[in-house]
Nanobody, 121 residues
């Protein structure tokens, strides 16, 4: 059974730093695009950052220059380094793994259960 397990969330002061991790199991990690999303109560889930299987990255405008997404295929883990977080970055952060198979024209999409990040002094 596919599992994505996030860790590293918690309370951080504005201007500090925090690193989120997401460990994946039961998938061929290296072929998946990996992403971090976040969601506040009553709001839609939004993309924070994504890293493709080839290592290309994309970020939400609100986090560009502050957050960095990386992956370690040997450890089946994706990271989100959060530098200079702001109070508005407070959310539940979710890990996502996505893959589209040309062979069977099917999408494979998995989510973690989320980790709370609170930015406050």
């Amino acid at each position: 059974q596919v599992q994505l397990v996030e860790s590293g969330g918690g309370l951080v002061q504005p201007g500090g730093s925090l690193r989120l991790s997401c460990a994946a199991s039961e998938i061929i990690f290296s072929i998946y695009n990996m992403g971090w999303y976040r969601q506040a109560p009553g709001k839609q889930r939004e993309l924070v950052a994504v890293i493709t299987s080839g290592g290309s990255t994309n970020y939400a405008d609100s986090v560009k220059g502050r957050f960095t997404i990386t992956r370690d295929n040997a450890k089946n883990t994706v990271y989100l380094q959060m530098n200079s977080p702001k109070p508005e970055d407070t959310d539940v952060y979710y890990c996502n793994a996505g893959y589209y198979s040309d062979y069977d024209e099917a999408s494979y999409d998995y989510w973690g259960k989320g980790t709370q990040v609170t930015v406050s002094s």
